[in-house]
């Protein structure tokens, strides 16, 4: 059975949603990150890097989120939420979730870890100030460009859709207000009410 080692608020609410709209066996383990818990040796043994989604399979342990949520759709095929069929579709949703992963947690990470590019406080506070215009300016292009609606793929519901409600979540606490990216909002709204994901949402 797969295990998810996930903490409320992170990334990891991505590859749980994907999990339950697999329908997959799995148990999730919560990782205890307000006591440090991503730093004690016993997690570290199982992810190294310290951080979360890392999912236990029977063939060892994957991390970060695009590999986790596309190997979830590959182990439950039947469940299409992932375009395999076609190279160009699946080369344009890997790009999608590539840049979530690459750019826009990357913008939000300097609200809440900055101290991973800096020491000064004034440079921590800086990047505090910053995020609200590199979120805001991520998620215009999202709106634009990127969601084509209306799901993130069109008419198919993907692993994608999980990713993209994730890190709306995170939009609204970096203080970027909903009316300015109303499709966007509108998925979120739309995700937020399929069984799976509200099942989820309440460990999160």
């Given at each position: 059975m797969l295990k998810l080692h996930y903490a409320p608020g992170s990334c990891a609410l991505a590859s749980h949603i994907a999990l339950e709209e697999a329908g997959a066996e799995?148990?999730?383990d919560l990782v205890d990150f307000a006591n440090n818990a991503q730093q004690s040796p016993e997690y570290l043994a199982i992810n190294p890097k310290g951080r979360v989604p890392a999912l236990v399979t029977d063939k060892g342990v994957l991390t970060e989120t695009p590999a986790v949520l596309v190997y979830i759709a590959q182990m439950f095929p039947g469940k299409n939420l992932a375009p395999f069929d076609d190279p160009w579709t699946f080369a344009r949703f890997q790009s999608f979730n590539s840049y979530i992963c690459s750019t826009v947690h990357v913008n939000f990470a300097h609200l809440t870890r900055g101290y991973r590019w800096a020491d000064e406080q004034s440079s921590l506070d800086d990047m505090t100030r910053k995020t609200p215009q590199t979120m805001?300016?991520?998620?215009?292009?999202?709106?634009k460009d990127l969601l084509a609606g209306p799901w993130v793929m069109g008419d198919q519901y993907t692993v994608?859709?999980?990713?993209?409600?994730t890190v709306t979540r995170w939009?609204?606490?970096a203080g970027v207000e909903p009316e300015r990216h109303p499709r966007v909002a509108e998925h979120f709204k739309r995700t937020s009410e399929r069984p799976a994901v509200?099942?989820?949402l309440e460990s999160h």
């Open positions: 799995y148990s999730a805001a300016a991520a998620f215009d292009l999202i709106e994608a859709d999980g990713y993209l409600l939009l609204y606490r509200a099942k989820v």
